[in-house]
């Protein structure tokens, strides 16, 4: 099909996906689709702010931006303490606390 990417490898315990190589954290599978899906909208918003503020050269739009990228990263579990580390009650928190912030901030 054009235009469709095939799903990244991932690490035979699932905790990591391979990209052009280098692994990189996989995002918490027990996160439900339709709420991963408004976490990673909210982090492509803030890498696009990032790239805004870098081009305008505002270090404080940027600071903020890149701060944005890190809680969506948290919330995805790609970041912080591994999902695979956490209860199940943990990582429900984690997701349900990071985008009722994102949410909050716009």
Same mark, same amino acid.
């Given at each position: 099909?054009?235009?469709?990417?095939?799903?990244?490898?991932?690490?035979?315990?699932?905790?990591? #996906? #391979?990209?052009?190589?280098?692994?990189?954290?996989?995002?918490?599978?027990?996160?439900?689709?339709? #709420?991963?899906?408004?976490?990673?909208?909210?982090?492509?918003?803030?890498?696009?702010? #990032?790239?805004?503020?870098?081009?305008?050269?505002?270090?404080?739009?940027?600071?903020?931006?890149?701060?944005?990228?890190?809680?969506?990263?948290?919330?995805?579990?790609?970041?912080?303490?591994?999902?695979? =580390?956490?209860? =199940?009650? =943990?990582?429900?928190?984690?997701? =349900?606390?990071?985008?009722?912030?994102?949410?909050?901030?716009?």
């Amino acid at each position: 099909m054009e235009g469709h990417r095939a799903p990244p490898q991932k690490t035979p315990d699932g905790h990591f #996906v #391979v990209i052009k190589g280098r692994k990189w954290r996989a995002t918490d599978p027990l996160i439900p689709e339709d #709420v991963a899906a408004r976490l990673r909208r909210h982090l492509m918003a803030a890498r696009r702010a #990032v790239r805004s503020a870098t081009t305008a050269d505002d270090a404080q739009a940027e600071r903020a931006a890149r701060a944005r990228v890190n809680r969506s990263k948290i919330a995805l579990g790609e970041r912080g303490t591994p999902w695979w =580390e956490q209860s =199940e009650a =943990e990582r429900r928190r984690r997701w =349900e606390e990071g985008l009722a912030g994102l949410d909050a901030e716009g």
